[in-house]
Nanobody, 123 residues
Framework: QVQLAESGGGSVQAGGSVRLSCAAS????????MGWFRQAPGKEREFVAG????????YYAASVKGRFTISRDNAKNTVYLQMNSLKPEDTALYYC????????????????WGQGTHVTVSA
């Protein structure tokens, strides 16, 4: 079982940037696809971005493509989400999760989850 801990959230003005980190414990991190999800107030949790085991393959939700970048450092057991050109609609609780298989945007295909980190974007 992989334990996950997100950090880096906070408040930012529209157009600004935030970098989220997700630190993982456990020896299986490098062999696990990873993903970022978010849940806005009053809405269901939604997929944001995913990354393959090696980091060589990435995929994004249409709403963040071109603005967000997912990456990972397997030596540090950490996955990142660089968020640029933030919009008020990006305000949410952001979660990282371990994927059962690469390429899925469904929650059921993700196993371990962190507690989340808040990002608030003001207009």
């Amino acid at each position: 079982q992989v334990q996950l801990a997100e950090s880096g959230g906070g408040s930012v003005q529209a157009g600004g940037s935030v970098r989220l980190s997700c630190a993982a414990s456990g020896r299986t991190f490098s062999g696990t696809p990873m993903g970022w999800f978010r849940q806005a107030p009053g809405k269901e949790r939604e997929f944001v971005a995913g990354i393959s085991r090696s980091g060589g393959s990435l995929y994004y939700a249409a709403s963040v493509k071109g603005r967000f970048t997912i990456s990972r450092d397997n030596a540090k057991n950490t996955v990142y989400l660089q968020m640029n050109s933030l919009k008020p609609e990006d305000t949410a609780l952001y979660y990282c999760a371990t994927g059962v298989r690469f390429g899925s945007q469904r929650e059921v295909d993700y196993g371990s989850w962190g507690q989340g980190t808040h990002v608030t974007v003001s207009a």
